[in-house]
Structures are given as structure tokens and as C-alpha cells.
């Protein structure tokens, strides 16, 4: 798919139809661990991860005391992430999602783009990976710009992003760099960097491709 086209919802729900999630990572992002305190929250501001999938990642949100609220198109995804821990939702229809709720967590199995701010009230922080880089270059605006009428004012986003040659793979993931995410998040965010380094020899998933080294970059975003 190149990096003009609109991501249709079918190929995600597909791919966790086929078990084609080699983005699911087994152990907790190490990004995550080592640059979460840099946003300095309270352990009771509860976090939002968009387009969640099943990640460990918000078990170890859990652990830090957040309570956690995710969206996920697939209920392949919801459903497992829930099994996979031994807990059992409790599962209901809420405007136009069905919510899998248990022990402080809150999947919303749905479209990120259904949204409504109501649904993020209360929300100190986002933690994004692979929610950002994995939609096409038009669909990466129109997710930035979700973003920015649903946050409320003062949250923080710890966002983690790919760089690579243009020219080399075709995404998911695409490569988002610094000057594009000023672009999109300037307005209303303040934006800052605290992270970026490269030349890591890409993953073989991603070698397979054509891919040869990333960079990987970490920034700090504030909802103005
Ligand atoms: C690249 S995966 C990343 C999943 C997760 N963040 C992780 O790190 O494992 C992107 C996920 O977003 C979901 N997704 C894609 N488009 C979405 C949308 N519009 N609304 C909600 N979820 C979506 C897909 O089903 C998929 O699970």
C-alpha cells in the first residue's frame, strides 16, 4: 500500500483475522519504560493508548497506577488482550463502541475516528506507538488533528516514532520524521524531542523489505 492511500479498517481487522501481527511486541517497549517518567504525571491520571491492539505495553501503564483506556478496531485484539492476562471483561455497547472493561482498563472496540472527546474526559496522557506511524501520510493529519479535538488541555503524549530512507520500504510502519511531526502537532501542542538516535540495523521483519538500519525517536507532546 503506498503512503498516499487512506488505510481501509478492513485490512487491520484482517490482519488480526489472520494472525498477522508481527507489530505485536512479547515484552514491554523499552522506550516506554525509560522515557515514561520524563512527562512527570500522577500516577492517577488515567492514560489513553490509541489503536492498542493486545500490547503489553498498557499492563505495565497499569502497574504504575493509571487506570487505562484504549481504542482498538479488532475485538480479535480486545478479546485476547483480556484472555492472555486470565481476566474476564465485563462487555457492553457504549456510544457506538462495545467497551471490554476490568480492573482499571477500558478497551473501546471501535474506530479511533468515532471518538468523542466525552469518551477521553479525565485523560492526563497518551502513550503512542505504532499508532501514528502506522496510518499512510494523509491519514497520519487527519489522526493528529483527532488527536488535538480530543485531548483535553495540559495532557501529555509520550509519541515514539520510525525513521528510515523514503524509497526503501513501504509502510506500515512509515517513517514520520522530526520536521513532519512539528508539522502536524506545532499548532496545538507544544512539541519537543528528547530522543533520536540511528543507524539500528533494521528488524528482520523489516530487512525482509528492503530495510537496512531505522532511527528511532521519542518526543514529548503537550495538548496547548
Ligand atoms: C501497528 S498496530 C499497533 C498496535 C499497538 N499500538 C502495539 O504497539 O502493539 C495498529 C493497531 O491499530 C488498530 N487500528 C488501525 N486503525 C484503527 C482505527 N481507525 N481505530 C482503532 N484502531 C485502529 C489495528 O487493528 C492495530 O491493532
Redesign the pocket.
Known sequence: MSDGDL?P?SF??E??EQNQ?S???AEV?PLLEQYWASLALDAESPVF???????R?MHWLREQGHRVVG????PI?CRDFFADAGMEPRLFDHGGFQVYEADGYRLLC????ALSAVDLEGVGAVFD???LF??PAERRRDYARAMGSLLPSGARTLLLTFEYESGTMTG??FSVTEEEVIELYGGAFHVEQFAHAGGFPAEARFEARGLETIALAAYRLERR
Open positions: 488505510r479498517n487491520w481487522r490482519r488480526w501481527i507489530f505485536h511486541q517497549n493508548v490509541p489503536l492498542c491492539g493486545k500490547s505495553d481504542v482498538e478496531l479488532s485484539a471501535g474506530d479511533l475516528f506507538r505504532a499508532s502506522a496510518f506500515p510502519p
